[in-house]
């Protein structure tokens, strides 16, 4: 499967800042998904990111909220704009090669944890 | 709407004894059903899947189970090992189409403790 680097793996930032996470693969795959964890809460769909296009997001979130790139099949960015507390969470991206996501799953960055101050 | 839930929040097992995770779903359009297990500080690692036309599949000490009249599943860790204790995440998938190809939504999480 895919190997996945997310960088960076924390950090803690001010309110009112962005924060941009980064996404790269070692093998180009089809599809790349943006996730959010909130504290002691499930995994939550935040766009699926389309290379070459705007991303697809999902209800509860926007591109001025979270714009996200996809130039090319194997990255992609997240970014947190205008942070508040709220947005502590921790943020993961995930791909998959069509066809395979079913039965051989879909595999995750390490994610990365963010602290809002 | 959660549409995937798992009702226990945590399970506490033996070393040896087996562990049983429940999933139930209220989406019958889900095709596929996956188990991820996430250890603190990665990310969740992908276990095992089931089609919704079969009731089990069978990997290893992992087993998933399928009941799509109570549209519920679950998975069987037989034996249970120290090295299990994690957060067992149930996960469902709608097949490709246009409009929701790849999207998979998640259960809120099981930790799974195994005790010696």
């Known amino acids: 499967s895919a190997v996945i680097s997310q960088k960076p793996s924390r950090d803690i930032c001010q309110r009112g800042t962005s924060l941009t996470i980064q996404c790269q693969v070692d093998?180009?795959?089809?599809?790349m998904f943006w996730y959010r964890q909130q504290p002691g809460q499930s995994l939550t769909l935040i766009a699926t990111?389309?290379?070459?296009?705007?991303?697809?997001?999902e209800s509860g979130f926007v591109i001025d909220k979270f714009p996200i790139s996809r130039p090319n099949l194997t990255f992609s960015t997240l970014t947190v704009s205008n942070m508040s507390p709220e947005d502590s969470s921790i943020y993961l991206c995930?791909?998959?090669?069509?066809?395979?996501?079913?039965?051989?799953?879909?595999?995750f960055g390490s994610g990365t944890r963010l602290t809002v101050v | 709407d959660q549409q995937v839930k798992q009702n226990s929040p945590s399970l506490s097992v033996q070393e040896g004894r087996i562990s049983i995770l429940n999933c139930d779903y209220t989406?019958?359009?889900?095709?596929?059903f996956l188990w991820y297990k996430k250890y603190p500080a990665e990310g969740p690692t992908f276990l095992i899947s089931?089609?919704?036309?079969?009731d089990k599949n069978e990997d290893g000490r992992f087993t998933v189970f399928l009941n799509k009249s109570a549209k519920h599943l679950s998975l069987h860790i037989v034996p249970s090992q120290p090295g299990d204790s994690a957060v067992y995440f149930c996960?469902?998938?709608?097949?490709?189409?246009?409009?929701?190809?790849?999207?998979?939504?998640f259960g809120a999480g099981t930790q799974v403790v195994v005790t010696p």
């Open positions: 995930s791909v998959t090669s069509r066809g395979q996501g079913a039965v051989y799953g879909y595999t």
């Open positions: 093998s180009q795959v089809t599809m």
């Open positions: 990111a389309n290379q070459g296009s705007e991303a697809t997001y």
């Open positions: 989406n019958s359009m889900f095709d596929y």
């Open positions: 089931i089609s919704s036309i079969k």
């Open positions: 996960a469902a998938l709608t097949s490709p189409s246009t409009d929701s190809w790849g999207k998979l939504q």
